[in-house]
C-alpha cells in the first residue's frame, strides 16, 4: 500500500473536527512529500534535530508537531517555527520554551504530556504534581506559551479495558484543567496507530499516527 492511499484510509476513519497528525519520524522526505501531495499538513516528529533538518527542506506551509521527548538545551533548534510542542513534561522545560520563544518574537503553541500509562518508562507529568504546577500560579510568568491542552500515551496492550480506561483519565484531565485556561485549553492528543478508534471513542481531538501511514520504521535494522 502507498502513503497516500493509506492515509485516504485512516482520513476515511476520522470523524470532522479530529485533527491528523502524521508520525514521520525516522521515514525519509520523500514519504512526507508523498503525503504532503495527497493533502496532509501536519506531521509529527520527535526528534529536534531531524525535525529542523525536515523543516529546512520541505514546504514551509507543514505545521511541525514536537511529539518526543525534549531537552532544555535542544529546545532551540525548534522554537523559531514549530507549530505545536505537544511532549511537554516538566515546568523546567516550558521555562525554556518561554525563554527561547520570547527571543523569537513568538508566543509557542504547548501541550502537557500526562503519564497514563501502566509502563514506567512512558514519559510526563504525574497529574498530581501537574496540577499543583498549575494551581500554583506559576504559568502566569510565562507570556511567551499558550497551554492548549494535554497529550498522553496509552498502555501497551491489547487489553482493551486498560487502555480506554487510559484515554478516559486522559480526558477528564483535560476537562478538569480547562478550569485554569478557559476555552482555548481544547486539544486531546491521544491515539496512535493501534490504538486510535479508542481514543476517538474517548474524545480525542488529535490522533498520531505513523506506522498505518508510513510503514514500519525499520530503516536502521537493514
Ligand atoms: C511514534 C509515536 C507515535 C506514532 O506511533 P505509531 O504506532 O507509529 O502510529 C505517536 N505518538 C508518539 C508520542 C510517538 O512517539
Partial sequence: MSVTSQLEVVKSTLPEGVTLVAVSKMHPAELITEAYEAGQRVFGESRPQ????KYEILPKDIRWHMIGHLQ???VKYIVPFVSLIESVDSAH???????????CGRTVDCLFEIHVAAEETKTGWNYDELREYVAGGALASLQHVRMRGVMGIATNTDDESVIRRDFERLAQYRAELA????EEFDTLSMGMSDDYPIAIECGSTMVRVGSMIFGQRDYGAR
Fill in 50 to 53: 531531524e525535525l529542523k533538518a
Fill in 179 to 182: 478550569a485554569f485556561f478557559g
Fill in 93 to 103: 522545560l516550558l521555562e525554556a520554551i518561554d525563554k527561547e520563544a520570547a527571543k
Fill in 72 to 74: 532544555t538545551n535542544k
